[in-house]
């Protein structure tokens, strides 16, 4: 198994994305277009490859400086307990450099313990308007149809 870490969006099949994170069950609703804007707007991101096959994504949210938030971290099932999830963390991870960086997970707090991570007692949530029912005008031009 070779695995590639992509590290830009080049040429980023979203459909295909989409297709494989609905059928690994990890799809929370966003369109094509949805993802690539959430990608593109992170601050930095990784994603997996087995040849053309997409097996692993994770992105960072922050704002350079203190704080940053880990969110979309996913192995396809069939490649899960070979490091992929480690090595797209420690990719991103070094990049944070002096900032507080924060998480949420349901079902993978060991997964993140093994990386350093603590828990803290406990976080708030809060859907603004209804989910995904962006504005598009949050959108910068030219990432939804490049
Ligand atoms: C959590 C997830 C990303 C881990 O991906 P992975 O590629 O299998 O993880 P890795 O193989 O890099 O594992 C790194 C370490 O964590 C451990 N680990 C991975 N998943 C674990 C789990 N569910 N429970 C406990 N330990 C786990 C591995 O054994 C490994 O330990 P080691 O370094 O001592 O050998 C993957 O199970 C997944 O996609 N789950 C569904 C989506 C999800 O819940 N994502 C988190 C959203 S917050």
């Known amino acids: 198994m070779s695995i590639v870490y992509q590290r830009d969006l ?14 690994d069950a990890f799809d929370n609703g966003r369109t094509p277009a ?12 990784c994603i997996a490859h087995d040849g053309t096959q997409i097996v692993g994504t994770a992105r960072v949210l922050s704002d350079g400086v203190c704080n940053a938030y880990i ?4 192995t396809l ?3 899960r307990r070979r490091g992929i999830a ?13 900032q507080h960086v924060y998480l949420f997970t349901d079902h993978a707090a060991d997964f993140y313990r093994k990386l350093g991570f603590v828990e803290r007692p406990f976080g708030m949530e809060k859907v603004i308007g ?11 031009v030219g990432v939804i149809g490049r």
């Not at 969110?71 to 996913?74: E, R, S």
């Not at 029912?133 to 959108?139: A, C, E, R």
């Open 86 to 98: 480690r090595t797209m963390m420690e990719l991103l991870l070094p990049e944070l450099q002096g």
């Open 130 to 140: 209804n989910w995904l029912q962006n504005d598009p005008g949050l959108v910068p």
């Open 34 to 45: 949805q993802l690539e804007a959430s990608f593109a707007n992170s601050f930095s991101t």
């Open 71 to 74: 969110v979309d971290v996913w």
């Open 10 to 23: 080049a040429g980023v099949d979203w459909e295909a994305m989409k297709s494989i994170l609905s059928r």
């Open 77 to 79: 099932s069939a490649y």
